[in-house]
């Protein structure tokens, strides 16, 4: 063999290695990682919404209504109306929200990424919700 057959070969016997090297970073989640990244990314936004503030809260819950177009459906004209919410009371009507959006979804015969319920846990309500649990349980 030439030195440039073996320069290639060996380019390519280590790019094989990093590849492997990285698959194997990635499938147990070491960090630096991007499921590693991914998984710190969601603990700060639960960390962050068990501090948060209700009326920070309210603010989020408000935007993600107007967002997704549910002005109208169940609790959501007193979410957007009210100024005076308890943790408890919150995480009552974002429950009562998503049992409305479950039931319009259902009747519309809606699933998958077109339906209500995708867009509630994908705007993070169903996040909140977990958080006001938490808040709540103590």
Request: aromatic share 10%; hydrophobic share 45%; charged share 30%.
């Amino acid at each position: 063999m030439t030195g440039v057959e073996l320069f290639f070969l060996w380019l390519v016997v280590g790019l094989a290695g990093l590849f492997g090297l990285w698959l194997v970073w990635e499938r147990f989640g070491l960090p630096g990682s991007i499921g590693w990244r991914a998984l710190r990314s969601v603990e700060r936004n639960a960390a962050r919404l068990r501090r948060a503030p209700i009326a920070d809260l309210l603010s989020e819950v408000r935007d993600a209504i107007r967002g997704e177009r549910w002005e109208q459906i169940g609790p959501a004209p007193a979410l957007l109306g009210e100024d005076q919410w308890t943790d408890d009371r919150l995480l009552r009507a974002l429950d009562e929200l998503f049992a409305a959006l479950c039931a319009d979804d259902e009747s519309k015969g809606r699933s998958g990424r077109a339906s209500n319920y995708f867009e509630f846990h994908d705007c993070g309500l169903a996040a909140m919700c977990e958080a006001l649990q938490e808040r709540t349980a103590r």
